[in-house]
């Protein structure tokens, strides 16, 4: 049997001495994983009333399917005892031009390490909060170019920067909480982007963030609930020009399956005092899955009700998927926008509409995961 002590150059001889003599032993090679992994998707949409004059548009738009574009890093490293180190590295991709999304920012999507073992996860770095988690099994369209997103841009786009998030799941009870110092330094502009980098001395409300949820979910059914209040600072967006301005966001999301077919409904309270004044809203939605063979059928409603404004919207949905293997799928839909009042929301995420009109629209596009 070779003697590896014995071959190793003398300074690692040494060096082995010295730290058994200290009381250190060698650790054993701990047991690692990398993976990279992505999402490609794009296609075509057109859609009616972009301006006031009435006009139609056909693009290739920046979002188009179910999850938007993305390459990603991810590891973990076993530390024994049940406790695993990991990070995420994720990149946003735009398709239409080839540019990062969320801000210009080049791991925009996610970029976090954290610590994780039966207790729980707890992560830092620019991550996802609790808004974006609560929805995600009772949202039948997800961040689609169609969806509820298009009437609150905040939704598929709620992450948050210079955060630390702790996230639970025991026998199917969810808890979760982030505390962001900074919530988005990125001044680019936009849903993703709201400039408001925070971490300023003697203002300790600027640009934080808090985000907590609570809930059951299960392979059947699911409820959860999640607050969001995030304050502003001088030169944020929305409004919220100062650190005594809040947007605070309460929802309640459930779900469950009926043979083959998941429905799910939420309700997103809203309530921003802004410098300009203070609006609260109701976002409802209602949605319906239904898988056949190779193909899916989603269907979804939604409504917002301002309050005291008679500027409502509804929306109204249908998708249709065609899975050609479990990594690539084509899919279509249709849409109707309906803008009350003042309201311009388009039923395209990003997209312009004529104050006050309704607003239809196709789509198509082709999704591949990697």
Not at 41 to 69: E, M, R
Not at 176 to 186: I, K, Y
Not at 187 to 197: F, K, L, R, V, Y
Request: aromatic content about 8%; glycine content about 16%.
């Amino acid at each position: 049997m070779k003697n590896t002590l014995c071959s190793a150059p003398l300074p690692l001889i040494a060096l082995s001495l010295g730290l058994a003599g200290l009381g250190f032993a060698a650790p054993a090679q701990a047991q690692t994983s990398v993976q990279i992994y992505g999402l490609v998707d794009s296609g075509l949409a057109h859609v009616t009333n972009v301006d006031a004059a009435g006009h139609s548009i056909t693009k290739v738009p920046t979002l188009t399917g179910s999850f938007p574009s993305r390459i990603g890093f991810r590891g973990t490293e076993d530390l024994g005892n049940g406790l695993q180190a990991f990070f995420i590295l994720e990149n946003g991709l735009q398709l239409d031009t080839g540019v990062t999304g969320q801000g210009n920012r080049l791991f925009g999507r996610q970029a976090l390490v954290g610590l994780k073992g039966a207790w729980g996860a707890l992560s830092i770095g620019r991550q996802l909060n609790m808004t974006y988690l609560a929805p995600i099994k009772s949202d039948v369209l997800g961040p689609n170019l169609f969806a509820i997103g298009s009437i609150d841009p905040y939704l598929p786009n709620a992450r948050s920067d210079n955060s630390i998030a702790y996230y639970g799941n025991f026998n199917g009870i969810v808890v979760g909480a982030t505390w962001s110092t900074g919530r988005d330094a990125s001044n680019a502009g936009g849903p993703p982007a709201t400039n408001c980098p925070g971490e300023v001395a003697g203002n300790a409300k600027a640009c934080r963030q808090y985000t907590g949820l609570f809930g059951y979910e299960s392979k059947d059914y699911g409820l959860n609930v999640s607050y969001d209040r995030l304050y502003g600072n001088t030169g944020a967006a929305g409004g919220l020009t100062s650190s005594n301005n809040t947007d605070v966001r309460k929802t309640i999301n459930g779900y469950f399956m009926v043979g083959p077919a998941k429905i799910g409904a939420g309700v997103v309270d809203r309530d921003t005092n802004a410098a300009t004044g203070e609006t609260k809203s109701d976002l409802y939605y209602l949605g319906v899955s239904y898988p056949i063979g190779l193909y899916t059928i989603d269907v979804q409603g939604a409504r917002r009700d301002t309050k005291n404004s008679p500027s409502d919207v509804n929306m109204l949905v249908g998708r249709l998927t065609y899975n050609f293997s479990k990594r690539t799928a084509v899919y279509g839909a249709i849409g109707r926008m309906a803008n009350k009042g003042n309201s311009a929301v388009a039923l395209d995420a990003g997209g312009t509409v004529g104050a006050g009109m309704g607003q239809n629209g196709v789509m198509m596009g082709l999704r591949h995961n990697f």
